[in-house]
């Protein structure tokens, strides 16, 4: 969940935003996402809502609120929300999680099909390095293995449907991986590659909310990668999310989450069982 640019002083500022505006963006999008926008955060949302209001020729903040607050399911919101999520990801990231994934379906081998969630997909490379790793585990294409991968950004969901990336994002994967696994663009494609397309196969990209009250994802998940996204939330926030994941996960089941987020305060839903990774406890 992209880094952004400085953007202007005050006095450079096309809008006037004020700390009520600021403040009302906060209550906004922690009610609408569960993201919790500290105040250092104040000159990226100027940044990011400003170019809604170029874009919708409004001339002020409050009258931007004021259209999202009138009509709580219009398309705006998605806009909105959009602006506001940071999508910071690359294939592979915190490699450990896919070493001990490829562990654990080669464990699996023979139990029938597999289902994996990555449920902060951002722009598709994790659900994607799963994929890899389900083809390298299984020694085939086409391995038994099912991906849903989520985000409430559509956005990036878009990107990552499509499967394209610019070829410095596989720059760090070693050759073979990105033979075997990536199409390198030529022409008005060059300095691009696609995934292989038997990867698409194997991951379904659907737009879910992590503060929806009931996820409809079906039932258990083997594993379910949760990283880099707990941390733009409270602590009640993490332990509703939680509270709805654990329904997803058998006493085997692994959740694999990100090297900063810590869960001590939901030791009555899972339980660390490794190196950022944790199982269901067991009366949750």
């Known amino acids: 969940m992209s880094a ?4 202007p002083p005050t006095e450079q500022r096309d809008f006037a935003f004020s700390d ?22 104040r000159d990226m949302v100027y940044g990011r809502l400003s170019r809604r209001l170029r874009a919708l020729g409004i001339n002020e903040f409050g009258a931007y609120l004021d259209l999202l607050d009138a009509d709580p399911s219009g398309p705006e919101w998605q806009s909105f929300t959009n602006a506001l999520t940071t999508n910071l990801t690359a294939f592979f990231r915190e490699p450990h ?10 464990g699996l081998a023979g139990d029938g099909p597999v289902r994996l969630w990555s449920c902060a997909a951002s722009t598709g490379e994790e659900a994607y390095s799963m994929a890899i790793t389900a083809c390298e585990a299984f020694g085939t294409m086409t ?9 409430i950004d559509t956005n990036v969901l878009a990107t990552a449907r499509r499967g394209v990336y610019a070829m410095e994002r596989i720059n760090g994967l070693d050759l073979d991986t990105r033979r075997r696994y990536f ?3 030529t022409g008005p494609n060059d300095g691009r590659c696609r995934v292989h397309p038997a990867l ?5 990209f659907r737009p879910l909310n992590l503060l929806a009250p ?16 707990m941390i733009y939330f409270d602590k009640a926030t993490q332990r509703a999310v939680l509270s709805r994941l654990v329904t997803h996960m058998e006493p085997g089941s692994l959740l694999y989450t990100g090297h900063s987020e810590n869960y001590l305060h939901a030791a009555d839903l899972i339980q660390p069982c490794g190196r950022t990774l944790y199982r269901r406890t067991v009366r949750a």
């Open 200 to 204: 698409q196969a194997l991951v379904e």
């Open 143 to 151: 391995p038994p293995v099912r991906i849903l991968a989520t985000d």
């Open 214 to 229: 009931r996820y409809d994802v079906g039932g258990s998940f083997a594993a379910i990668f949760c990283r880099n996204v």
């Open 97 to 106: 999680h896919f070493e001990h994934l490829h562990r654990q379906l080669q």
């Open 20 to 41: 009520r505006d600021f403040q009302r963006v906060c209550r906004m999008i922690h009610a609408r996402a569960g993201i919790a926008l500290a105040p250092a955060k």
């Open 183 to 185: 199409q390198r663009g």
């Open 4 to 7: 952004h640019l400085p953007h």
